[in-house]
Structure formats: structure tokens, C-alpha cells
């Protein structure tokens, strides 16, 4: 099973988005293959973030995040979560598919790599990215 966090920094909009995204999943019949979650990143503290994040697999973080998460990478580089901010697009649609497959994406990637926070190759900068779909459907190939 993937499973899944959004954060964001009180709750507010990653509530909204984790429901939305696990309402899809229960629509599809993938409760069995995908989880989503939420955590106000901002609001519990960066300090307490590891033993919350460590219970998934991927933490999709809002793109306002940028610093928390850096300062997250810096605390704990041992982390067993991938740690990805969301391109704004993205995060502002949020279209199932895509994000799921991003999710993947990362999840492998990450497996592989432990890269924390986690970026997809010439986008360092999350805040500079302009997709709304998955990095491998904007680059017509599976990330390595």
C-alpha cells in the first residue's frame, strides 16, 4: 500500500486536498493500493515532524513549505519518508492521476536514492516548477 501525506502549514488547505484525493481513491476502489493523509506541518512543530512522517511513505508538501522542509533535511537526514515539495501547479489543481503517479515516482526514486528532500532531476527549485502533471507524463519517460 502507498500511503500518502499531504502537508501544509496549519491543516487548512492539506485537510481539504488529503479528503479530496482519499474520496477518489474510495470512488476507485483503491483503498487496498493508496492512503491519504494530512499533517499541519507548520501547526505540530518541525521538531515532532519525524515520528508522524515516518508512518508513510510519501510527505507531498504545499510549495510555501520550502523552508520547513529544508530545515526537516537538515534534523533528520535518516528520514524513511520521501520528503517532496509539490510544483505549485500541481498542488493548486491537484488532478488524481497525476499526483498519484508523482507519488510513485517518488516513492521509487526515493527507495533508490534517499534523496531528502526529494526532487526529480532540473527541478531543485520547487517554486520554479510550472507542471500540473506527473514529471514522467511532462517528460515522456519513467524517472531512473
Request: proline share 6%; net charge negative.
Amino acid at each position: 500500500m502507498l500511503k500518502i501525506v499531504i502537508c501544509c502549514g496549519a491543516g487548512m488547505s492539506s485537510s481539504f486536498l488529503a479528503q479530496r484525493l482519499q474520496r477518489e481513491v474510495e470512488k476507485r476502489g483503491l483503498q487496498d493500493e493508496i492512503n491519504v493523509d494530512f499533517y499541519p506541518l507548520e501547526a505540530a512543530g518541525v521538531a515532532n515532524a519525524k515520528e508522524k512522517l515516518e508512518n508513510y511513505d510519501v510527505a507531498m508538501c504545499c510549495p510555501h513549505l520550502k523552508i520547513e522542509v529544508n530545515q526537516i533535511s537538515k534534523m533528520f537526514p535518516d528520514l524513511k519518508c520521501a520528503l517532496y515539495i509539490m510544483p505549485p501547479k500541481m498542488y493548486g489543481t491537484l488532478y488524481f492521476d497525476e499526483v498519484i503517479q508523482d507519488a510513485k515516482d517518488v516513492k521509487e526514486a526515493f527507495d533508490k536514492t534517499h534523496m531528502i528532500p526529494f526532487h526529480f532531476p532540473g527541478e531543485e527549485n520547487p517554486l520554479m516548477i510550472r507542471r500540473c502533471e506527473a514529471y514522467r507524463n511532462r517528460h515522456q519517460h519513467k524517472y531512473d
